[in-house]
Structure formats: C-alpha cells, structure tokens
C-alpha cells in the first residue's frame, strides 16, 4: 500500500506503528489492519508526466484481420459456425445484451456499426467482419432477439428472487431492530443498543440525499413527528431509526436552490416531451438506430 493506492480514510495506515492492530472506518465499513512491515520512507515529487500511446503496426493489424478473416470463414454467417470457430480456434466469445442505443462495446467507442448489423440481422445468423475504425474487427452473432415490450418471466426470474429475498431480508432486519429498541426514546441510546454510530444529516428533501436513492426513508422523514424517535425504517442500502430535529417551511431553501429547481424542472420538461409523444402514438423516435 502507498499514499497514491489506498482508499479514502486508510491515511493514518502510513504512521501507524508496526505490530500494533488499529481499527479504521470509511465509507465502505469498518477495518481491523495489522501494519505487519514498513518500507523506508522515501520523499517524493512529482515533476513531470510522461505518455506514450501504444499503436498497432501494419504487421500486427494485417495478423489479427487474417485471424478475423479465418473466424468469419470458419462461421460462414451461421450461430452453428460461429460456435465452431470458437471451439475450433480456441477464442473467447463475449455475450452481452444490446438495445439500438448501445454504441460502445467495452472500451470500444463509436461502434454502432455493430449494433446495426445486429438489429437486422436474424436470430442464430453470424456476420462478416465488420471494421470499426480501422482498429478493431468484430464477428457477431445473433443468439436472441427480444421483441419491444414486457421482458418474458423466465428470463427475469433470478433478478426477481433476488428481489425478493433482498425485501425480505429488509423486513426480517427491520423487525429484529424493532425488538432490539422497543422502548426507547432516545437516539443516542438506539446508537449504543446497535453499535452503530449517529449520522446528522443537515437538510433532507424530497430530492435524493447525496446521490443516495432511499425514498422509504424520504418519505419516513416527511411524515415523521418533529422531536420523536422514528423507525426503523426498512430502506434499500439499510435500516434507519432517526429524529426530525427541526423541520423549514417554504418551498426553497435559498433563491439558488429556487433556481435550481426551475431548471432541473425545465430539463425534465424537455426529456419528456418525446417519451409522452412516443407513448401517445403521435410520433415514433428512431433516432436510437441511426445515432
């Protein structure tokens, strides 16, 4: 570990003496580390940055087209083909779900050439090469085509038990904690009851907090009574018991945010027009296939 490779909160780990356990807490969780051996240390400066992009020559791209052209071949525009190519030549073949909007390919940019190939294609063809930018060479096939609408139930049906039992697993949570604090009035005392730690949020609205998506525990917040203990609340990342310590009245908190506010409503506005226009049947936006 070194002060450019560690994760935020692990600093104190340089200074730490050696033998001596130490527990730390980050953003991810808590940390029991042993500093088991030290190297000595070394005061360093960053004076420059140097670049150097790798670039394949004529050879190297000339060997990897014939080993593309020999796929291909091999393959013969069947999905049969195409899985004797791979066994045969010993590739790996990536299976990755698309849509008409899907441009990118791992770290391949500005690849759409493929997925165009793919929305007119038939299920179990295999394509020719096909060139994007030069560089790299893409053989695909087609192994399912999912038709505009409701994904079928038996293709959703793991994501849908994990669901599940992520919710139950929630509720079972929620109802041990609820055991734990019966009869507690104060935060500080669930704290210590929990083993966890007090967090003050200093504002919460209707809007997400920090980035965090918890609209149980939003909506908890709104309807609790100020001055009272609350919860627990079975959310998607936890389960909170909190205090409304006080609560602001208006629709801003500041004329800054009131602007914020009309414009992200603007921007909304704008992103929605389409949609509702798609889903009335006024009009059909295609611009996914071509762009």
Partial sequence: M??????????????????QPQVIKTQYGTHVVLVSKKTAPVVK???????????????????IY???????????????????????LGVY???????EATSSYGSIDQAKQVTRWAFDAKKGKASEIITIDNKYFFVATVNDIHKEGFTPVSEVAQNIRMNLYNEKLAEARKAEIAARIEGMTDISQVAEALDAEVV????????????RIEPALVGAVQAAQDGKLSGPVAGAMGTYVFVVNSRETGSFYTANDAEM??????????QGILPTMSANGVVKDNRERFF
């Fill in 66 to 88: 014939g080993q593309a052209s020999k796929f291909a071949g091999i393959a013969a525009g069947a999905k049969a083909g195409y899985q004797a190519a791979v066994d045969s």
């Fill in 45 to 63: 400066k960053q004076v420059a940055i140097l670049e150097k992009t790798a670039v394949a020559s004529k050879e190297t791209t000339n060997r």
């Fill in 93 to 99: 073949s990536h299976k990755t779900t698309i849509t």
């Fill in 261 to 270: 506010f009309a414009q992200r409503k603007a921007q909304y506005n704008a």
């Fill in 200 to 211: 003050n949020e200093a504002s919460m609205s209707l809007a997400p907090m920090g980035g």
């Fill in 2 to 19: 070194t002060q450019t490779y560690m994760i935020p909160g692990f600093e104190s780990v340089i200074t730490a003496p050696v033998g």
